[in-house]
């Protein structure tokens, strides 16, 4: 038998016996477990795939401790080396949120819904194949006193032809050591409100509107080649950030990238 059957048949087993768990009276899971090593290694060979370690932590809340512990940092490590590498420099072993937060948001374009952060267009969230995030195209993000922090941002997940709206671009980014960055100095200097009722799509963490507390410098739009009026973001507690924007054409965006 292959080892791809082998894990299959694994996974599968998990999922459906209904014992207690020796690790927790209120979830149901296999009488006991393997060991932490075993499991890594599986995943290991299944190249941390991202819908195998959700349906995993779905098992039971010893497995999802294990997944947010160790997997999901696995997995963001073999998906953004280098970026995971700088986020946990300057002796910092921990990221801001959690690691299944970070994970979902390299892979995760959040969308967005009528009458919630965007308050425009509905357009379904889902996963993507594959994203680059830049922590040079960070600083046209920020303002000139804040460029001293890092930020990683992602480009734009386009979603075409969304009628009166345009084109429409989605955008995602996460900071390094939020808690002690200077937009977060700044925007409590500034007495920026949070969001009343909405939370980050990643971490749940409560919400700046960095439009409303004027800190969208014109770089930002330049670097996405969107209009200069139709771009707003937002960044959690937790310092993960999202936004959107409305597309320049082809030609226009050019212009505008040779401006900035």
């Not at 791809?4 to 979830?27: A, E, F, G, P, V």
Request: hydrophobic fraction near 35%; charged fraction near 20%; proline fraction near 3%.
């Amino acid at each position: 038998m292959t080892l791809h059957y082998l894990n299959d048949r694994w996974l599968t087993m998990i999922l459906t016996k209904q014992y207690r768990c020796i690790h927790s009276s209120s979830c149901q899971c296999t009488k006991g477990h393997l060991s932490e090593d075993v499991i890594f290694l599986v995943f290991q060979q299944l190249n941390w795939n991202p819908k195998l370690i959700a349906a995993l932590s779905c098992a039971c809340k010893w497995f999802d401790d294990l997944a947010k512990r160790v997997l999901w940092k696995e997995f963001c490590r073999t998906r953004a080396p280098k970026m995971m590498l700088d986020l946990q420099s300057n002796g910092s072993h921990s990221v801001d949120g959690n690691w299944r937060a970070l994970g979902k948001l390299l892979i995760y374009c959040s969308g967005c819904k009528k009458g919630g952060l965007f308050n425009s267009i509905q357009i379904p969230g889902h996963f993507v194949y594959r994203t680059r995030f830049s922590r040079t195209s960070g600083k046209s993000f920020l303002l000139p006193q804040c460029r001293t922090d890092v930020l990683y941002v992602s480009d734009p997940c386009e979603h075409l032809d969304q009628g009166e709206e345009g084109d429409v671009g989605f955008f995602r980014g996460v900071f390094k050591s939020f808690s002690m960055s200077k937009v977060r100095k700044m925007l409590i200097k500034r007495g920026a409100q949070l969001h009343p009722t909405e939370v980050c799509p990643y971490c749940k963490a409560k919400l700046w509107n960095m439009l409303q507390a004027k800190m969208i410098p014109q770089s930002a739009s330049c670097r996405l080649g969107s209009y200069e009026d139709c771009i707003e973001y937002y960044v959690c507690l937790n310092g993960h950030m999202l936004g959107i924007c409305t597309l320049l054409p082809l030609s226009d965006s050019e212009e505008a990238s040779e401006l900035e």
